[in-house]
Each structure stands twice: as structure tokens, then as C-alpha cells.
């Protein structure tokens, strides 16, 4: 599904990722953890095209999806969530996962300025789209509100309800339970796993330990921007070198 | 009532209202007044397309204005064009120049942005000053033809009066359309959130070209109209202070409101003439004007309004509850 050969990421002197490879099988949920400045966050930007890699290859699928920018992954069915939740602050709940839908659609300027009859239909399709994806995260009832008077674990909700509207092969969520209590991050991971029912990868970078080692198939572990291991959460809970740099060398 | 209804009502409200009011107020004076909001109602638009929905600032917009009033005056006037041919050339010309100009122009931000803008404004006023010789220069360029369709001339104020405020009609009623839209969303997106936009897959770089693109053509239509309605046109209408003027419009009425860019235009349209006894210092009541806007109603006078009539009907309301 999403494969990394040998990502190097260098800022100035200091190089936030080194030569980092790994693969993510197609229906996983993947969670990739590490401690602070680790270049989990890094890692994500790369593959989502908002910074650039010094130097490596990524691929989705088949797809040599290195030098693509930002805004044409989403076609290609890669999003991912913000870990400072980055909703439309200004917009309805319903118009943020209206927006998830933009690449479903096609009308451009002319036919939107005029209201042209496939522009109409169009319009009511995204509209019940956004509303079932709403109603499959739990957020039916905040149709309405808008996104900045949102509590912060709905806007958490609200930005994976609008990632799912692109309808994508694969997810990359930042951090989704950070700033949840323990009852919204044990909803969270019904609807992580509900998610890859439906078919869609996951990969999750994650700090709630818990989180991590209940939902994930597979875990990869990265220290100093070096990939230190991989293995499913039992080979990474018992493995030596993890708990090192977790707890520092003894 | 959905809200796709309660917007269609108060547009056909507002254009019953805009055909009825020459009935009302007659007099060359007040006629000309209203031709004007009409201009500066179109351009506030256009410019809110791009401040209010895609949250990029231009104080270079007066150019726009004016460049689409010179081609306008100098291909009638000089090279004999017809007139409707000389609008459409201007919108072409100004819609192709914003799209060249702006995909280096809207990589930046913020004031770096509003730098560049001011810049494109000023570098224009020069042109349009020192090219005396298609310009008329600093004593502006006159006998520039009214439009016409067949043998109706628009030539007398109640004529201009329909004339722009058809068009300024069908400007809003067009900017409503778009906002409303799966493209309103997405420039409003991009001003609340440009890297979730683009994860989202909008194309945030072509999209705010396209939208300074459309502002340009609104911006050059007005400037078109305005030059056929005037006859005569000089650079001192298009230089840096109206382009403050026109955001002060945007700001004034509400970023991100059709019906506040009216309001704005309106208000300040009319505020000279109530401000002629101060003379040089009415400046200083824009400022102020400004000013206690943004620190007390960020959002313009259509959400201030919104405002004082839901904090009523909240009073109303919340006695009604009390008494039950």
C-alpha cells in the first residue's frame, strides 16, 4: 500500500530523518510511535507532500508519489489528519466535510456562478454525501454548528469525518487522540476500526500507548530519526532496544 | 423556509427595491449618487470574492478599475471601437494580466502580499499619468461614447441608472451563486485553513489565481462602465487612496457578505457628501470609521446587524419564556 525506501530529511544542520524505509500493508492499521522529535510528524509531512525528503523514495501502490504536492494525493485517495486539529474554523461541520468532497467533484467557476442544472445536482449530491459521513462518525446532530464552537474531541471527529468524504484508500492521523479523556479515545478506536472495516488503511502516529497497542496490527518505532523497529505490539513491547530509548539507557 | 429559499426571496427583495427607488428619488443629484453606489457596489464584490471568501488582500484593486476604464476610453475614443467591443476587450485583457500577475503575486502572504499589490496599484498610476499620449495623462482623456443597444443611448441618468445597476445585479447575484458553491467553499477553506485545503485535495495555487482573475474581470467591467457612463476619466479616480477606499468598503460591510459589500459601497459613496463641511479631515473619519469597526465589529455591520436583531429577538424570547 505505502512503501518508503530510504527517506532522508536534512533542515539546515539537523537531520530529522535518516534513511528510513518501511511498508505498510493494504487493510493494516499501522501505528508509528517514538519519542519526542523522533520525526514521526516529519514523516508524515513528507508523505503528504508538504515538505519535500532530501533524499528517498515514497510509493502508494504502485505510484512513485514522491514529488507530488499536497492537493494532488487526495485524488489519489492519501489524506491525513493535523495533530493541532485543523478545521475550516469559520464553516459548518457540514460544510467542513463538504470540502472533503471537493475532489468528488467538478464544477468550476462558470458553471457554479451560473448555477448550471449539473452544477444542482451536483451540489445535493456532495450535500447527502457529507450528511451520511456525518452520520457514520456521530456528528449527524452538529450538522449545523460551526467548527470553531465545536468541543475539542468532535472537532477531533469532525476531522476524520471529513477525510473519510474523499473516500480514500489511505489515512494518516496525527496524533488523533491527543487531548481526548479516556471515553472519547476508546470511541475513537471503535471508529478507528470501523474505518478499516470499510476497506481504508490506517496509519496512526500516537503517544496514548494504550491506544496504540490495542487497535494496531503493526508498530513501527522510530528514535532520532533512525527506524529503530517494527514488529506487531507484543514483539515491540518486549523488544530491548524500544524500551532503551523509551526509558533512556540504563 | 431552507436557507437556498430565504436567499432567492431576499435577492428578488433586494432587486424590486434597486428598480423601484428611481420612482421614489428623482433629481439628477441623487441619480448619479445611486450610479455611483452601483459602480462601487461591483467592485466591492469583486474585491470581497477575493478578501471575504479566499482571505488574500489586494490594495491594488483601483488599477484593476482604472486599466479596465483606459482600455474602455482609449479603444472608443482613439481607435473608434465600438463600445461594448472596447468592454469586452478591457475584461479580457485585465482577466489575462491578473492571471499572469498572479501566480507569482499570490504565492505571498499577509503583508508581504499586500506589499506586492500596492506596488501593481502604484506602478499603474504611473502608467496611467505618464503615457500621455494614450492616457491624455495627469488631464485625463474625455469624449469617450456612451454604450448603446440599437438606438437606445445611455446617455441620461435614469438610462445609466438601469444600466449599471443591471449589471451590478447580475454581479451579485453571480458572487452569491459561487459562494454558495463546492468553489465558495473551497476559498473559504483556503483563508481559514490553506494546508488542510490542499490535503483535502483543493488546489489552493490555481484556485486563488482564479478567483483574483474573476475579481479583475468584475474589476474592469465597473471600469469599463464607469468610463461610458462619465465620458471622462482622469488617474486621480484610480490611484492608491481609492484602493484603501474600496477595502475600507469590504471591511466597512461585512468580508465574506454580497449584501455588506452593498452596504459598504453605499456608505461610503454617500459619506462625502455629508462629510463636504470637513473639508481635507474627513480622512480622519474613515480612520476612525475603521477603526471602532474592527475592534468592535470584526465581522461588518451585516453581522453586526445580525447581531443587535438576535440579541433582540433572544430579549423578545427569553420574556416569553419566563411568562410561560
Known sequence: MLKLNGITKVFGGLT???????????????????????????????????????????????????????????????????????????????????????????????????????????????????????????????????????????????????????????ILMDEPAAGLNSLETAELAKLIRKIRESGITIVLVEHDMELVMDVCDSIIVLNLGKLLAVGTPREIQENPAVIAAYLGDA | MTKEKREIIMFLIFTLAVLAVPFFLQGSYFMNVLVFIGINTMLAVGLNLLMGYAGQISLGHAAFFGLGAYISGVLTTTYELNPWSALAVAAGANGGLAFVIGFPILKLRGHFLAMATLGFGIIMFIVFNETVAVTGGPSGLSGIPNLHISSLVFDNDMHNYYLIWSVTLVTMLLSINLSQSRIGRALRAIADSEVAARVMGVNARVLKVQIF????????????????????????????????????????????????????????????????????????????????????????????????????????????????
Request: glycine fraction near 12%; aromatic fraction near 10%; charged fraction near 15%.
Open chain 1, 16 to 170: 530529522a530523518l535518516e534513511d528510513v524505509s518501511l511498508e505498510v500493508q493494504k487493510g493494516s492499521i499501522t501505528g508509528v510511535i517514538g519519542p519526542n522529535g523522533a520525526g514521526k510528524t516529519t514523516l508524515f509531512n513528507i508523505v503528504t507532500g508538504l515538505y519535500t525528503q532530501t533524499s528517498g523514495t515514497v510509493y502508494l501502490g504502485e505510484k512513485n508519489i514522491s514529488f507530488f504536492a499536497a492537493e494532488s494525493l487526495a485524488p489519489l485517495g492519501l489524506v491525513r489528519t493535523f495533530q493541532n486539529v485543523e478545521l475550516f474554523g469559520r464553516m459548518t461541520v457540514l460544510e467542513n466535510v463538504m470540502v472533503g468532497l471537493h475532489t468528488k467533484s467538478s464544477s468550476g467557476i462558470i458553471s457554479c456562478a451560473f448555477k448550471l442544472p449539473w452544477q444542482i445536482r451536483e451540489e445535493k449530491q456532495i450535500r447527502e454525501n457529507a450528511l451520511h459521513w456525518l452520520e457514520f462518525t456521530g456528528l449527524a446532530d452538529e450538522a449545523g454548528i460551526t467548527a470553531d464552537n465545536l468541543p475539542f474531541g468532535k472537532g477531533r471527529l469532525l476531522e476524520i469525518a471529513r477525510t473519510l468524504a474523499v473516500e480514500p484508500q489511505l
Open chain 2, 213 to 324: 482573475t474573476v475579481s479583475a474581470v468584475i474589476s474592469a467591467v465597473a471600469g469599463s462602465l464607469y468610463a461610458h457612463t462619465m465620458t471622462f476619466i482622469s488617474p486621480a479616480s484610480f490611484g492608491f487612496n481609492f484602493s484603501v477606499e474600496l477595502v475600507t468598503m469590504v471591511i466597512i460591510g461585512g468580508l465574506g457578505s454580497i449584501y455588506g459589500s452593498f452596504l459598504g459601497a453605499a456608505i461610503l459613496t454617500m459619506m462625502p457628501e455629508f462629510l463636504r463641511v470637513l473639508q481635507d479631515f474627513d480622512i480622519i473619519v474613515y480612520g476612525l470609521l475603521l477603526i471602532i469597526m474592527t475592534m468592535y465589529m470584526p465581522g461588518g455591520l451585516i453581522s453586526g446587524f445580525n447581531q443587535i436583531t438576535g440579541f433582540i429577538g433572544g430579549k423578545i424570547k427569553g420574556r416569553g419564556g419566563s411568562h410561560a
